[in-house]
T-cell receptor, first 111, second 119 residues
């Protein structure tokens, strides 16, 4: 399973765009990149998943360069409620494939 | 999206007793369920992978005789912590994936977690 590296923590203010970058130098050809959000004492929540280029949904965008050795989660106009830990994971898709969680990034949003 | 529930949400038990945690997929059939453990301020650590109708696969360092996992149906997996000790106190989280090839097969859906405190 590819190892991921993320910043331990980030600080931001309400209304700003936040970009969290994840490095995954050993990503395999059939690996997808998935980001999860976790609030204290809750299970992780799926945010977004992608394979290459750019993916956008109602809550975030995911940018993946051509070499796929990194990815950037972009959260537009964060609010206090976006304060959470964000995990970047890489792995093959398909039912039954286990995920390995790295350290995650603690995002703190202030007024 | 798909919903996974856990019961109980928190439990306190005495040292030496056993406690069972249930994980249910409420609106989809989960061929595979995963059990994680998370200590305070730490990341999730995968404990085992559970496939319906077969024995669970445990990660290295996880005692299979202590953490009994049963996945008897496509919607229910249970984790039993046997002879619990204070060091087993943790946040236990399950996740589930749908049938391979289905629209949900590429995503793991996580339960809300169960807080276990062993006194």
């Amino acid at each position: 399973l590819a190892k991921t590296t993320q910043p331990i923590s980030m600080d931001s203010y309400e209304g700003q765009e936040v970009n969290i970058t994840c490095s995954h130098n050993n990503i395999a050809t059939n690996d997808y990149i998935t980001w999860y959000q976790q609030f204290p004492s809750q299970g992780p929540r799926f945010i977004i998943q992608g394979y290459k280029t750019k993916v956008t949904n109602e809550v975030a965008s995911l940018f993946i360069p051509a070499d796929r050795k990194s990815s950037t989660l972009s959260l537009p106009r964060v609010s206090l409620s976006d304060t959470a830990v964000y995990y970047c994971l890489v792995g093959a898709t398909g039912g039954g494939n286990k995920l390995t969680f790295g350290t995650g990034t603690q995002l703190k949003v202030e007024l | 999206g798909a919903v996974v529930s856990q019961h109980p949400s928190w439990v306190i038990c005495k040292s030496g007793t056993s406690v069972k945690i249930e994980c249910r997929s409420l609106d989809f059939q989960a061929t595979t369920m995963f059990w994680y453990r998370q200590f305070p301020k730490q990341s999730l650590m995968l404990m085992a992978t559970s496939n319906e109708g077969s024995k669970a696969t445990y990660e290295q360092g996880v005692e299979k005789d202590k953490f009994l996992i049963n996945h008897a149906s496509l919607t229910l997996s249970t984790l039993t912590v046997t002879s619990a000790h204070p060091e087993d106190s943790s946040f236990y989280i399950c996740s589930a994936t749908g049938l391979a090839g289905g629209p949900d097969s590429y995503e793991q859906y996580f339960g809300p977690g169960t807080r276990l405190t062993v006194t």
